[in-house]
């Protein structure tokens, strides 16, 4: 075989022995609902609007991230760390699809099949419908999938992989996304929904080309600490629908459980009476969750202060002490501070900046802030409060969980049902009436009424002197 025409063949030596030989190319690809050939515009009234309507996959979990389930002949890509849970969710929605009286396909590159059905024992009973097969080349799953034609494929994971025809060993570039698109291309024309598991690299991202994701429909997210019982699942790309719900898991032994109400299981072990310790409401997707935020400061050496930080962006707590300590005169050129996000939830929206700059301010004096204030708001460098997205619903969800005080931007509401709202708009008026709550909740004349405004920012108070009064 020869890239061009030659005179003489290179292996033979014999003369015009070569014949001119064209590969036949696939067709464009088609989608369920096109209508045949899918080559020239058609009304957009005449598309049938069904042939997008997903298939619950019986984990309200992963509906709610997938607005409603899988889509028949989508390609859905599902990556996290190892450990994480992939395989075993996965194997969960097939074992949930095949209960149904369906029959479905889990195509093993990575484990045998003995080693899934010891896996698939832990997880809860075994349907019929579920069939496996092991295979590392791309043509025995393609076979697999056309001789059983099953209502959903999974393929665990696509970097293991091969097809002889393309370049490169198993997870190259060229390995994946030759095998992705054959697997895609046999998704759309029989119509089952396809799931494939997809690695990380070392830095979290997804392993292999990144033209992947757009070889695909959906990609989701499996995030948490592999030391931690907590676990989501969010949505990065969706093209049938969109990308604002997460999805709430517990590893447990039986595979990922459901968390219909996260609450408990974020702030179940909470000491509020500690100092550094403020929760804040923040908002994943559409979802809120309330996480604590923590900080501990202790005595360090000058110029050579650490600032620890897990779960939380570091550089906002390097800002933030800058900002605590040029804007609200809080020392902290020889303490050295630890913070973190608590229950395996990384917080990076600037939502947080006023609960972890009040969890500084609290560890650092050594007084608790109050048991039921949660507190919310951007930090700007000049020690301004800035509004942040989402606060009603922040807020009626920390309600509902027994909060009753709340700290928010000057900008925010002036109330909300059943809780009394304190704006601030400064972070020095927000750690005055964080104290001030303190010592009223103390002396036990809280107020009723929600205070309207602090503006403008209230002189902070010394700290010694504060501490020394408790």
Known sequence: MAGRWVGRCPECG????????????????????????????????EVDPDACRPMPTGLPEVDRVLSGG??????????GEPGAGKSTLLLQVLTSVAAGGTEVLLASAEESVTQVRARAERVGPVPRGLMVVAATEVADVEEAVTSLEPDLVVVDSVQALVDPAAAGGPGTVGQVRACVDRLARLARDGGAPLVLVGQVTKDGALAGPRALEHLVDT??????????????????????????EVGLFEMGSSGLEEVADPGPLLLGDRRSDVPGSVVVPVLEGRRPL??????????GVPGSNRRNVQGLDPRRLAALAAVLECRAGI????VELFASATGGVRVTEPAAD????????????????????????????????????????RLAEAARLGFTRALVPVSGPKDHPG????????????????????????????????????????TMPSWSSTAASR
């Open 70 to 79: 899988l889509v028949a002949g989508s390609v859905t890509l599902v990556y």
């Open 290 to 299: 309330l996480v604590e935020i923590q900080a501990l400061a202790c005595a």
């Open 354 to 393: 006023l609960p972890l700059a009040l969890a500084v301010a609290s560890a650092v004096a050594g007084v608790p802030c109050p048991a039921d204030l949660v507190s919310l708001g951007e930090v700007g460098l000049a020690g301004e409060v800035r509004q942040v997205p989402g606060i009603e619903r």
């Open 219 to 244: 990609v989701v997210a499996l995030e948490g600490d592999r030391h931690l019982s907590l676990r989501l699942l969010r949505a990065v790309k969706h093209r049938f629908g969109t990308t604002g």
């Open 419 to 458: 809780m009394t709202v304190v704006r601030v708009g400064t972070v020095a008026a927000a750690v005055s009436a964080a104290l001030r709550l303190r010592r009223e909740e103390d002396a036990g004349l809280r107020r009723e009424a929600p205070v309207r405004s602090l503006l403008p920012a209230a």
């Open 14 to 45: 014999e003369w015009n022995s070569l014949e001119q030989w064209a590969r036949d190319r696939p067709g464009p690809r088609r989608r369920p609902g096109t209508p045949s050939g899918g080559l020239g515009p058609v009304p957009l009234a």
């Open 331 to 334: 020392e902290l050129g020889s």
